[in-house]
């Protein structure tokens, strides 16, 4: 079990890798609890769930709406839930986003906890405080910064993620060695076949350094005026590839990262090698994938981005790998670049 600490002054929150989710009892209180989950999640582990009542949510993005949130908190107040309550979130990405949000807001911020189930979730979801839920074309436009109390990693969940799930949490993973680890980078560079066999120890040791790796930045910059822009490399790109083109979270940042050392090359500040070694890491896991994206559906998503300033927005570029920078790039210049890749 490893444990790391993020605390920010006003929130600590206590990230648990390679503990057994089960144990998630010994973590909340013994009443005033509610479940949140999604239907997949409660299907496969529900049996195993403490003993309170349970909010099951369709699983995906869709969730990620403001009905749902009212029709949360309606249910809340019907299990008699007040300022001392706790929700529990036990699910991916979407869980967790919603019930960071939920508990951020209801009755004006109560106690919450996730037991994270996605590699996604465990490696960035679920890490960092940041929770969203969607509103109009843009991801994430309402959302807080709340830190959960607690973060269980269980790695032996992800055996039942299915397969395109597994691959789009392991591009963030890749990702965060990309942009500050290039240690990281060569041990899943040399560990192919047991990352693809979801080898429990191996992945406890990956989840453990790329989470590391976010909370050492999240812990220097929690509200992104600085450092924690670096995190969303190949998001600028990713997120419009995401929303248009429907492709995995995951999946459209891989895409968006291969445009993002592309540009880095252009821009003259990354090698052709390197350049090449994070497209052939991507490739080789099979995270590139199709997509259609027009280059007038592209600019309309980049000009209501929610990291514009004007008429320029923070670009993550890569220097080396382990090495990204942030630098503001003219928007137009960013609209020329999708152009001439497309
Ligand atoms: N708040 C943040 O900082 C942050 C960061 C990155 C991504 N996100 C958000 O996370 C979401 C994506 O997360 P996700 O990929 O986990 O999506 P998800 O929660 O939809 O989970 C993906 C799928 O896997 C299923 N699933 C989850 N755990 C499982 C398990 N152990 N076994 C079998 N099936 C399981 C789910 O039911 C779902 O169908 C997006 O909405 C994205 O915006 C948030």
Redesign the pocket.
Known sequence: LNRIVINTGFQKSDILIGENWTNVKTLIPTSDVVIVT????RK??GDKFPCFAVISLS???E??RFEVIDDIAKKLLEYGIDRTGFILGI???????IT?FISSIYMRGIRFGYV??????QV?????????I?CGPV??TL?TFRQPEFVICDPS??????DD?YL??LA?LIKNGIILDSDLVNEIEHNYNGILNRDINLLTRLITRSVEIKASVVREDEKEKGKRMLLNFGHTFGHAI?VQSGL???FAVASGMILAVDISYKEGILTKSERDRVRNLLHQFNLIREFKLSKNEFEELITKDKKKEGDKINFVLLETIGKATVKKIQVKKLIDYFKSVD
């Open positions: 999604d239907n997949n999640v496969i582990y699983p995906g993005e969730s990620k699910g991916g990405g979407v869980v967790c986003d960071g994270s189930s996605s590699l996604l979730s960035d979801a679920s890490i960092g405080g940041k929770n969203g969607n991801k994430n959302g969940m992800l055996k039942s993620l299915p799930e789009s949490g963030e995401e995995k979270h995951g």
